[in-house]
């Protein structure tokens, strides 16, 4: 069952966010002893791993966050979540329609990319347990990546969907995470900076004080 409090602090990660001296199994595993509420698998890029080395790592990383009782979320990839038993999928508005595959994820968790007014409008929340709002700010870590739309998306889009929990993504640090939060996001989600901290634990440390 999802619970909105996975989305506190939403750790998004792939071997293209590590820097190459490190293991992404090292990073995640700092992350989750150091408290992440949710995990995503996103594999993205031309470094991205593909077939069995990108099905092999995936597995690894679910087994690492189930043993920190931790919910591991594919990307995009339903097919890849589905073969290994993953806890979700998130897809973006130019992936694969959340009514094509919802059948086969019930008891699973969907997260929908939502960016402005006009996605949403256009956007079927029947199967979706959350929606990932942004970019907040200007972003490195996706190249598709949206014009920043700030935290007062989540502010309007609020009105419409009141009580359905949303995740803030795109460009956030530690330092606009408060923002954020009183604009009525349930959670930020993370990439750079968790990936390439230098002290992940403190990183971590310092946005779950910053998310309550």
Known sequence: ??????????????????????????????????GITMFQFREKGASALTGNEKEDLASELLTLCH???????????????????????????????????????????????????DEYERSNLAHVDYIGVGPMYATTSKDDANLPVGPEMITKLRKYVKNFPIVAIGGIQIGNTREIMRAGADGVSVISAIAKSENISNTVRQFLQNVE
């Open 67 to 117: 043993e920190y009782a931790v919910p591991f979320i594919v990307n995009d990839d339903v097919a890849l979540a589905q073969k290994i038993g993953a806890d979700g999928i998130h897809v973006g508005q130019d992936d694969m329609e959340v009514k094509v595959f919802a059948e086969q994820f019930k008891e699973k968790i969907i997260g929908l990319s939502i960016s402005n007014l």
């Open 1 to 34: 069952m999802f619970d909105k409090n996975n989305l506190k602090l939403y750790f998004i990660c792939g071997t293209q966010d590590i820097e190459s001296k490190t293991s992404i199994i090292d990073v995640v595993t700092e992350a989750l002893e150091s």
